[in-house]
């Protein structure tokens, strides 16, 4: 499915229905949250023992060194995963490796305590050398995916810096709000191909969400899909929950659920069916007329759990 094909006309907060044009950066100028991207590297604090690191180094792929250390007969070290692509040969020799493992080097390395490779975007954890790869595959600090959809982005950043991001170079429209109008309107709703859209990212409660909508094929059906993905980690998504609403002819569809973390690409997200799932002759009902154009109409809103019962209502455009 062509993306042109495809129009989102779009009224945020309440304000009327317009169509939101998706490549005029005219309107973007002056927006509250469209600042210049800053830059993603944050200040350095300590470095590792470098003389010790760089023995525990991969001279061929660069990568830390785990057991099994392999070493030559000279003494020349390289990682396990390496000593296979180098068809058994020294790479900085070139004699013969054998099975030697370097037993004195692991030690080593058994008694270093080194900081997390995300120190430098602000983890302050410091960890045993053979613990550090545990914790940096769910650091808190470890930078984002880019979550457009729509493309294989491999652009990756903290949440300041992939909201510009989107904004620059995907050029996905930005709104502040907690609740939403959504309109998709295709001409010719017979042929869904899998297509994928990340249409809108909304700035509330001082938090960024995307709004995904995607058309793709469920077994043999063909089926429409809309779901909010947080910009943040899990457990920071469960402070938040989002409903969707789709409807027509005096019949509608409900859904209300958790936001989904970036952290889970979208492409998992449609796999678990955690979204609003609209079958396509039921997307036909509610378009009317004589089923010839898709006109399915998503409305929606976000909030956050666990706030002051007694507090007043979101309202548009206020949410901080």
Known sequence: MDVDSIECVSSVDGMEEEEIPHHDNDH??????????????????IAPATSVHELLECPVCTNSMYPPIHQCHNGHTLCSTCKARVHNRCPTCRQELGDIRCLALEKVAESLELPCKYYHLGCP???????????????????YNCPYAGSECSVVGDIPFLVAHLRDDHKVDMHTGCTFNHR???????EVENATWMLTVFHCFGQYFCLHFEAFQLGMAPVYMAFLRFMGDENEARNYSYSLEVGGNGRKLMWEGTPRSIRDSHRKVRDSHDGLIIQRNMALFFSGGDKKELKLRVTGRIWKEQQNPDAPPCMPNVCS
């Open 125 to 143: 954890e410091i960890f045993p050398y053979y613990s550090k790869l545990k914790h940096e595959a769910v650091c808190n600090f470890r930078p």
């Open 28 to 45: 973007r100028n002056n927006h509250p949250f469209l600042a210049k991207p800053r830059n993603n590297v944050l200040p350095t604090a």
């Open 184 to 190: 998709y309107v295709k001409s010719n709703p017979r």
